[in-house]
Nanobody, 120 residues
Framework: QVHVVESGGALVQPGGSLRLSCAAS????????MGWYRQAPGKEREWVAT???????IIYADSVKGRFTISTENANKMYLQMNSLKPEDSAVYYC??????????????WGQGTQVTVSS
């Protein structure tokens, strides 16, 4: 069963903006953190930003600090506003929720990813 879904990826010109969405199923509870990661071809997946305790604390990778912003709608839904996009931001962006489902143990739930391409 799919528990986490990202959306909003698109082709955008350098300097443009996109807003990505991540929705975690309400069957996941006790979510301690939700994060954004990205992976470009030939590179390892890298951490982008994390929202802890439904936005109580938000941290960003140096590469996106000042350009990307996380906002949360509720404990199970967040957004990533991406401004001043650069070609090096091109990647598949993944959302991860850390929580549990009824009868399960605490673990990470990953989405399938959404493609962001920054190109002129």
């Amino acid at each position: 069963q799919v528990h986490v879904v990202e959306s909003g990826g698109a082709l955008v010109q350098p300097g443009g903006s996109l807003r990505l969405s991540c929705a975690a199923s309400r069957t996941i509870y006790a979510i301690s953190a939700m994060g954004w990661y990205r992976q470009a071809p030939g590179k390892e997946r890298e951490w982008v930003a994390t929202s802890i305790s439904n936005g109580r604390s938000i941290i960003y990778a140096d590469s996106v600090k000042g350009r990307f912003t996380i906002s949360t709608e509720n404990a199970n839904k967040m957004y990533l506003q991406m401004n001043s996009l650069k070609p090096e931001d091109s990647a598949v962006y993944y959302c991860k929720a850390n929580g549990r489902v009824v009868g399960g143990s605490l673990r990470d739930y990953w989405g399938q990813g959404t493609q962001v391409t920054v190109s002129s």
